[in-house]
């Protein structure tokens, strides 16, 4: 009878499950869908206003997704016409101040890295 060797988590190993969370956390749709959401709920159609660029389906895919980890809660309210509001959960909550610095990172760091790309690829001969 073999035993089950339970590790702590360390996503450098390719058998630990942080991964994935890790994989679900850096997509962009998530990131922003989070940002989005960290004052209110909102309605998938504002949601995916605020997110210029997403097609219906990717934010419905994404949403999805979250609401599977628990990222966000998906509020359906018993009205006519029917009302779903999506919120970030007590979780998220606890990964938001991280987001939100990432994506604020990203936009001060942005004009630098297109710099850096420019140099690079006439260095490299693509252009």
């Known amino acids: 009878m073999s035993k089950k060797i339970e590790l702590p988590p360390d996503a450098f190993l390719k058998v630990c499950a942080s ?19 960290q004052d209110a709920p909102m309605r998938f159609g504002a949601i995916r206003h605020r997110l210029e660029g997403v097609s219906q389906k990717m934010l419905t895919q994404t949403l ?10 998906r509020n359906v309210y018993d009205e006519l016409p029917l009302r779903v509001e ?11 101040p991280l987001v939100v610095s990432l994506k604020a990172w990203a936009e001060d760091a942005l004009k630098a890295i297109e710099t850096n790309n420019r140099a690079f690829d006439q260095k490299h001969g693509k252009e």
């Open 86 to 96: 999506y919120a970030l959960s007590p979780l998220a909550c606890t990964l938001l």
């Open 19 to 37: 991964r994935a969370v890790l994989s679900r956390i850096g997509q962009k749709w998530t990131v922003l869908a989070m940002v989005a959401l």
């Open 64 to 73: 999805r997704a979250m609401e599977r980890d628990r990222l966000i809660v």
